[in-house]
């Protein structure tokens, strides 16, 4: 308290920025071990903390370029709760820029999400509420379903929010996606439609979507509905329209069938273009694994038997590697691919 803490004091008031909080963390750090807690708490209290506060009075969110959970979350292990009470002042002057907030900034998104783990639940679900679900619902009421010339920014925009906006609510949003889906699904199917091209949109739509939802009861159940749809048409039977279907928790979890195959795609669950050549692959009797480290084109490549493939599911394609370029091709070239190589060094 003689020594270090004037030092420390002295140093902390007149040269540290709260805003560059390195710092003032390393110090601590370093002298964790060796500093008593009473000194170590009067550090934090007498110099972390005021400095903190005079930096949050003077934060304004409409002028900054550094988010403030950059320079103010770094200091939860130290400080704890005692950083409460600066939150409602935040969440205040967050709320005055987000009345004015449009949806196409997502820098909105980069700056709020940090907190949901920091504010209270209540907190974090009003401010969602009251600022973010509406305009996303505004988004989700324009956004058209077209599969001849499918626009997808409104449905990445809406998306973004799924890992911060609470289930409960982000669920009605997503019921608003799969009326307007299950519709034009309803319509193609009754067409005389490419069955394969129906089931490639499907699998499309189905790896949109966030794993966060995907894991959820009620997703899936709407998910597995219009697979259904698409079993009935394909089947040549009577496809049941979208108003006649119902919805709800005692259909939530639908009674599994047997494996209905539509081009390599049945009713369960595993529907990723990914899972199809895994399953595809032990139908062969041949190895499917990634191979780790090694990448063409930012997609993750992976060894079919002897051949080296890549999934693009965005575009639902398979490439192989033949005669070191890449060429793409069908599922039922892969096995003719694999007894023509030599293995391949992994």
Sequence with gaps: MEVVFPAVRISGTNTWKAREPEPMLRFLESWEELLPIPVRQTILDNVVMPKLSAAIDMWDPRRETIPIHLWLHPWLPWLGHKLEIFYQPIRIRLESVLHAWQPDDISAFCTLSPWKTVFDSASWEQLMVRFIIPKLST??????????????????????????????????????????????????????????????????????????????????????????????????????QPEQRQFGAEKASPIPVGPKQMGGISREDEMSLKDVIEFYAQQKGLLFKPKPGRMKDCHQIYGFGNVNIIIDSLNQKVLAQTEERWALVSLDQLPELHNRSVPRRP
């Excluded at 626009?151 to 997503?174: E, Q």
């Excluded at 608003?176 to 309803?186: E, I, P, R, S, T």
Aim: with cysteine; net charge negative.
């Design 139 to 240: 988004l989700m009421h324009e956004f058209q379903v077209n599969p001849a010339n499918q626009n997808l920014d409104k449905f990445y925009l809406v998306r973004t929010w799924a890992a911060a906006i609470p289930i409960t609510h982000m669920l009605p949003l997503m019921d608003m996606f799969f009326d307007k889906w299950q519709k034009v699904l309803y319509h193609w199917l009754c067409s005389c439609p490419n069955f394969e091209e129906v089931t490639r949109w499907y699998v499309g739509w189905k790896e949109l979507i966030p794993p966060e939802l995907l894991a959820n009861e009620h997703i899936r159940y709407r998910l597995n509905d219009g697979l259904e749809m698409m079993n009935q048409a394909f089947e040549g039977m009577e496809v049941v």
